[in-house]
């Protein structure tokens, strides 16, 4: 089992930036690659950005360029950098962490970007 923990949403004026964090624990040896999806209402979720374990990366192309995933493998944690955000960045963001068998999600964090 792989737990995972998210932080860092909340609300942004368009332009702005946020880091969002996510700390997995339980079975992490298994972890091959964790990433970040987001689900904006009526719409489907979608990949934003993942990297795995060898450091290899891949974004959606709207955030290329704007957004940056970066793991500390000491804390097991996951973090992408948000900048230039767009109201269309709009959404529930969900941590990923995907396992051999399965993928394990997070409880999802909001990020509003308004002015």
């Known amino acids: 089992q792989v737990q995972l923990v998210e932080s860092g949403g909340g609300l942004v004026q368009p332009g702005g930036s946020l880091r969002l964090s996510c700390a997995a624990s339980?079975?992490?040896?298994?972890?091959?690659?964790m990433g970040w999806y987001r689900q904006a209402p009526g719409k489907q979720r979608e990949l934003v950005a993942a990297i795995t374990s060898s450091g290899s990366t891949n974004y959606a192309d709207s955030v290329k360029g704007r957004f940056t995933i970066s793991r500390d493998n000491a804390k097991n944690t996951v973090y992408p950098q948000m900048n230039s955000l767009k109201p269309e960045d709009t959404a529930v963001y969900y941590c990923n962490a995907k396992v051999p068998t399965r993928g394990y999600w997070g409880q999802g964090t909001q990020v509003t970007v308004s002015s």
């Open positions: 339980g079975s992490i040896f298994s972890i091959y690659a």
